[in-house]
C-alpha cells in the first residue's frame, strides 16, 4: 500500500530535486527510501549539521533545489546550524523533517519545530494531511526555488504513514516542475536614472554579491561599454575571472590595490549584493563624494545596509541589459573612464594577492619551542601554483579564512563555496563535500583551520566512503585563533580556553582512511604533487605548522563590528 512517505519521496523527485543528505532514524527512513526509489541519490553523512550544510553547498553549486533527511526532534535541532547558514544565504533547500505525531504530547521527540525553523530564519511547512499532501509538497519547493528560500517541510510520522490517495498517484503521472517566475527587470524611469549616473561617472566600479552570479555575461557587457572596473563580494568570487578589469573581492579580501582602486570610484553600483560592512570594509571603501547605487530584487535590501542614492529594484541580469541599450541608444560618452591601458596594467601586475610582494616579509620560522612553522602566505602561494585549474575551492571560518579566500584562483563563479552567512566555524568539510558532491569534474580544495577541522572532523569519513579526491588543507596553529589574536593585545588575559595542546591532525586523517601529511616547509608540499601524480580516489589531509601572523587583516573587519 503506497503512503504519503512514499508520495511525498515521488513528488520530490518528478519536482527535481537534486541531491538529498542525511541521517536516517525511524521517523524519515520511509521518506528517504521513497526518495532513493525515485532516483534521487542519497548520500548518508555521520551528522545532521553535516547533511544541511552539504544539501547547502550542493544547491549553490549546481543550481538545482537541495535536500536534507533528518529525524524528528533531536535530527532536526543537531541540523540547526546548517540550516540557519542556508537560510540567511537565500539557498533553495528542503529539510524533510520527521515530526512526532500532533497527539504524542509526550513523546521524547515532541517539539516546536516550526518555532525551531522560524528562529533560524527558515520557513516552515508541513505536509498536513494525505490529501494534501502533493499541494503541500509542491508548495514547499516552490518556495525554495522560486523565491530563494530554505524550507523545513515537517512530516508527521501518523500521516506520513497513511495511505495516499490513489488520485494523488495518479497526478504524478503528469505532474511536471512548475515554470520558473520570470524575473522582473527594473523600470524605465529607474533604468533612465541609472544610465544618466554611470554617464556622469568618470570612475565607475561594479560590485556583483550572491544575487547577481547567473549575470556575468551581462554585468561584463555592460561594464565594458561604462567603461567600469569589476569587482565581487565574496560569495561570487571568480564571476569575472579573466576580464582584465577584475579586481577580485571586494572589502576585507582586497588586495591593497583593488581596495585602493574601489575607494577612488566616484560611482559604486551593487548588484544583488548588500554593499555590507564586510564588503565596503565598514563603509571605508567608499569615498566621500561616491555615489552608491543598489540593484536588488528585494526592495527591503535597498538602503538597508547604508545609505544610496539610487535603489532599483530589479533582476540583475535583465536590469544590467536595459541600462546598456539605455546607453546605447542615447550615445554614451566613448571614453574609456576607469578602463584606461595604464590601470589594466596595475591589475594584471599586483591585484590578485598571489602577485602582491609579503608585508610583512616571509614569516616562516622556527618557533619558541623549536618547531619550524611556514608563513600561511607562503603555503597559500605554493598551493595555487601547483594545483590544477579547474578546482573548487570551500573554504571554513575563523582567522586563516583570508588565506585560501585571496589566493586560491578559482575558475569562474560556480569554483568558490563560502558558507560564511552565520560565521559558525565547523562548517567547512562538509561543504567541500556538498561542493565536491555537485561538481565531480573538478578537484575539491578546503582551507579549513585546526579548530574548525576538529568541530566537524566526523565528516572526513564521509568523503573517505565516497573516495573524493579532496584537498584538506589545515592551517593549524593550536588554538582558535582569532580568539587569540583579538583578546592577546591584552597581556593579562588568560587566553587557556582558546589554545589546545598539539593534536597530531596527520595521524587522525589517516585514522580515518584518509591520507595525511604534515608540512611545516614548502618543500613538503611535494606530497601534494605525488598525490595529484596518483589521480587520488581517497582525500589529503595537510596538517600545516603555519606561523603566526599576528592577526590577519580581515581579522580587524570581523571584530570592528563587535
Same mark, same amino acid.
Given at each position: 500500500?503506497?503512503?504519503?512517505?512514499?508520495?511525498? *519521496?515521488?513528488?520530490? $523527485?518528478?519536482?527535481?530535486?537534486?541531491?538529498?543528505?542525511?541521517?536516517?532514524?525511524?521517523?524519515?527512513?520511509?521518506?528517504?527510501?521513497?526518495?532513493?526509489?525515485?532516483? /534521487?541519490?542519497?548520500?548518508?553523512?555521520?551528522?545532521?549539521?553535516?547533511? #544541511?550544510? &552539504?544539501?547547502?553547498?550542493?544547491?549553490?553549486?549546481?543550481?538545482?533545489?537541495?535536500?536534507?533527511?533528518?529525524?524528528?526532534?533531536?535530527?532536526?535541532?543537531?541540523? %540547526?546550524? *546548517?540550516?540557519?547558514?542556508?537560510?540567511?544565504?537565500?539557498?533553495?533547500?528542503?529539510?524533510?523533517?520527521?515530526?512526532?505525531?500532533?497527539?504524542?504530547?509526550? =513523546?521524547?521527540?515532541?517539539?516546536?519545530?516550526?518555532?525551531?525553523?522560524?528562529?533560524?530564519? %527558515?520557513?516552515?511547512?508541513?505536509?498536513?494531511?494525505?490529501?494534501?499532501?502533493?499541494?503541500?509538497?509542491?508548495?514547499?519547493?516552490?518556495? $525554495?526555488?522560486?523565491?530563494?528560500?530554505?524550507?523545513?517541510?515537517?512530516?508527521?510520522?501518523?500521516?506520513? %504513514?497513511?495511505?495516499?490517495?490513489?488520485?494523488?498517484?495518479? #497526478?504524478?503521472?503528469?505532474?511536471?516542475?512548475?515554470? !520558473?517566475?520570470?524575473?522582473?527587470?527594473?523600470?524605465?524611469?529607474?533604468?533612465?536614472?541609472?544610465?544618466?549616473?554611470?554617464?556622469?561617472?568618470?570612475?565607475?566600479?561594479?560590485?556583483? +554579491?550572491?544575487?547577481?552570479?547567473?549575470? +556575468?555575461?551581462?554585468?561584463?557587457?555592460?561594464?565594458?561599454?561604462?567603461?567600469?572596473?569589476?569587482?565581487?563580494?565574496?560569495?561570487?568570487?571568480?564571476?569575472?575571472?579573466?576580464?582584465?578589469?577584475?579586481?577580485?573581492?571586494?572589502?576585507?579580501?582586497?588586495?591593497?590595490?583593488? @581596495?585602493?582602486?574601489?575607494?577612488?570610484?566616484?560611482?559604486?553600483?551593487?548588484?544583488?549584493?548588500?554593499?555590507?560592512?564586510?564588503?565596503?570594509?565598514?563603509?571605508?571603501?567608499?569615498?566621500?563624494?561616491?555615489?552608491?547605487?543598489?540593484?536588488?530584487?528585494?526592495?527591503?535590501?535597498?538602503? $538597508?545596509?547604508?545609505?544610496?542614492?539610487? *535603489? /532599483?529594484?530589479?533582476?540583475?541580469?535583465?536590469?544590467?541589459? @536595459?541600462?546598456?541599450?539605455?546607453?546605447?541608444?542615447?550615445?554614451?560618452? !566613448?571614453?574609456?573612464?576607469?578602463?584606461?591601458?595604464?590601470?589594466?596594467?596595475?591589475?594584471?601586475?599586483?591585484?590578485?594577492? @598571489?602577485?602582491?610582494?609579503?608585508?610583512?616579509?616571509?614569516?616562516?620560522?622556527?618557533?619558541?619551542?623549536?618547531?619550524?612553522?611556514?608563513?600561511?602566505?607562503?603555503?597559500?602561494?605554493?598551493?595555487?601554483? &601547483?594545483?590544477?585549474?579547474?578546482?573548487?575551492?570551500?573554504?571554513? =571560518?575563523?582567522?586563516?579564512?583570508?588565506?585560501?579566500?585571496?589566493?586560491?584562483?578559482?575558475?569562474?563563479?560556480?569554483?568558490?563555496?563560502?558558507?560564511? @552567512?552565520?560565521?559558525?566555524?565547523?562548517?567547512?568539510?562538509?561543504? %567541500?563535500?556538498?561542493?565536491?558532491?555537485?561538481?565531480?569534474?573538478?578537484?575539491?580544495?578546503?582551507?579549513?583551520?585546526?579548530?574548525?577541522?576538529?568541530?566537524?572532523?566526523?565528516?572526513?569519513?564521509?568523503?573517505?566512503?565516497?573516495?573524493?579526491?579532496?584537498?584538506?588543507?589545515?592551517?593549524?596553529?593550536?588554538?582558535?585563533?582569532?580568539?587569540?589574536?583579538?583578546?592577546?593585545?591584552?597581556?593579562?588575559?588568560?587566553?587557556?580556553?582558546?589554545?589546545?595542546?598539539?593534536?597530531?591532525?596527520?595521524?587522525?586523517?589517516?585514522?580515518?582512511?584518509?591520507?595525511?601529511?604534515? /608540512?611545516?616547509?614548502? =618543500?613538503?608540499?611535494?606530497?601534494?604533487?605525488?598525490?595529484?601524480?596518483?589521480?587520488?580516489?581517497?582525500?589529503?589531509?595537510?596538517?600545516?605548522?603555519?606561523?603566526?601572523? +599576528?592577526?590577519?587583516?580581515?581579522?580587524?573587519?570581523?571584530?570592528?563590528?563587535?
Amino acid at each position: 500500500m503506497a503512503t504519503v512517505a512514499d508520495l511525498v *519521496g515521488r513528488a520530490l $523527485a518528478r519536482l527535481g530535486a537534486g541531491h538529498c543528505f542525511g541521517v536516517v532514524g525511524s521517523g524519515n527512513f520511509a521518506v528517504t527510501a521513497a526518495l532513493r526509489s525515485a532516483g /534521487v541519490p542519497f548520500t548518508a553523512t555521520r551528522h545532521e549539521g553535516g547533511a #544541511a550544510t &552539504m544539501a547547502d553547498a550542493f544547491s549553490r553549486m549546481s543550481g538545482t533545489v537541495g535536500l536534507v533527511s533528518v529525524h524528528q526532534g533531536c535530527g532536526l535541532t543537531n541540523a %540547526a546550524t *546548517g540550516i540557519g547558514e542556508a537560510a540567511k544565504s537565500r539557498t533553495p533547500v528542503i529539510v524533510l523533517a520527521a515530526e512526532a505525531s500532533a497527539a504524542a504530547v509526550g =513523546s521524547n521527540f515532541s517539539m516546536d519545530q516550526d518555532g525551531l525553523a522560524r528562529s533560524v530564519t %527558515a520557513d516552515a511547512h508541513r505536509v498536513h494531511s494525505p490529501e494534501s499532501a502533493l499541494a503541500d509538497v509542491v508548495r514547499a519547493f516552490r518556495a $525554495a526555488r522560486d523565491e530563494r528560500r530554505t524550507v523545513v517541510l515537517n512530516l508527521p510520522i501518523d500521516v506520513q %504513514a497513511k495511505p495516499a490517495p490513489p488520485e494523488a498517484f495518479a #497526478a504524478l503521472e503528469t505532474l511536471t516542475p512548475p515554470l !520558473p517566475p520570470v524575473q522582473p527587470c527594473a523600470d524605465e524611469d529607474a533604468v533612465a536614472a541609472l544610465a544618466a549616473l554611470i554617464s556622469s561617472s568618470e570612475r565607475p566600479v561594479f560590485v556583483a +554579491g550572491r544575487g547577481a552570479r547567473h549575470a +556575468g555575461h551581462e554585468l561584463r557587457a555592460l561594464a565594458s561599454a561604462s567603461g567600469a572596473l569589476l569587482a565581487t563580494s565574496a560569495v561570487a568570487k571568480g564571476l569575472f575571472r579573466g576580464d582584465p578589469y577584475d579586481l577580485g573581492i571586494s572589502g576585507g579580501f582586497s588586495s591593497p590595490l583593488a @581596495a585602493e582602486l574601489i575607494s577612488e570610484a566616484d560611482l559604486i553600483i551593487g548588484f544583488g549584493c548588500a554593499l555590507n560592512m564586510w564588503t565596503m570594509r565598514h563603509g571605508r571603501l567608499i569615498g566621500d563624494a561616491t555615489r552608491v547605487v543598489q540593484v536588488d530584487l528585494d526592495p527591503a535590501a535597498l538602503g $538597508a545596509r547604508r545609505p544610496i542614492d539610487l *535603489g /532599483v529594484l530589479g533582476d540583475s541580469a535583465s536590469t544590467a541589459t @536595459a541600462v546598456l541599450d539605455a546607453l546605447t541608444r542615447f550615445g554614451a560618452d !566613448p571614453s574609456p573612464r576607469y578602463r584606461t591601458p595604464e590601470i589594466a596594467a596595475r591589475i594584471a601586475a599586483s591585484a590578485r594577492w @598571489a602577485d602582491a610582494p609579503l608585508d610583512p616579509p616571509d614569516l616562516s620560522g622556527t618557533s619558541a619551542d623549536g618547531e619550524q612553522l611556514i608563513d600561511p602566505r607562503v603555503l597559500s602561494r605554493e598551493l595555487n601554483a &601547483m594545483l590544477p585549474a579547474e578546482r573548487i575551492v570551500s573554504v571554513d =571560518s575563523g582567522n586563516f579564512m583570508g588565506y585560501p579566500s585571496a589566493y586560491l584562483d578559482v575558475p569562474d563563479e560556480h569554483g568558490f563555496c563560502f558558507t560564511q @552567512a552565520f560565521q559558525s566555524i565547523g562548517l567547512g568539510l562538509a561543504t %567541500a563535500i556538498g561542493a565536491a558532491v555537485a561538481r565531480p569534474d573538478r578537484l575539491p580544495v578546503l582551507g579549513t583551520g585546526d579548530g574548525g577541522f576538529l568541530m566537524g572532523v566526523a565528516e572526513l569519513e564521509t568523503a573517505v566512503r565516497l573516495g573524493l579526491p579532496l584537498l584538506v588543507v589545515v592551517y593549524d596553529d593550536d588554538a582558535y585563533g582569532a580568539e587569540v589574536h583579538h583578546f592577546g593585545t591584552d597581556e593579562t588575559v588568560d587566553l587557556g580556553t582558546v589554545t589546545f595542546p598539539h593534536a597530531d591532525i596527520a595521524s587522525i586523517a589517516r585514522g580515518f582512511g584518509a591520507e595525511g601529511v604534515t /608540512v611545516r616547509r614548502p =618543500s613538503d608540499l611535494v606530497a601534494v604533487r605525488e598525490w595529484l601524480d596518483r589521480d587520488p580516489s581517497r582525500p589529503l589531509v595537510l596538517d600545516a605548522r603555519i606561523a603566526s601572523d +599576528g592577526g590577519a587583516w580581515w581579522l580587524a573587519e570581523a571584530f570592528r563590528g563587535h
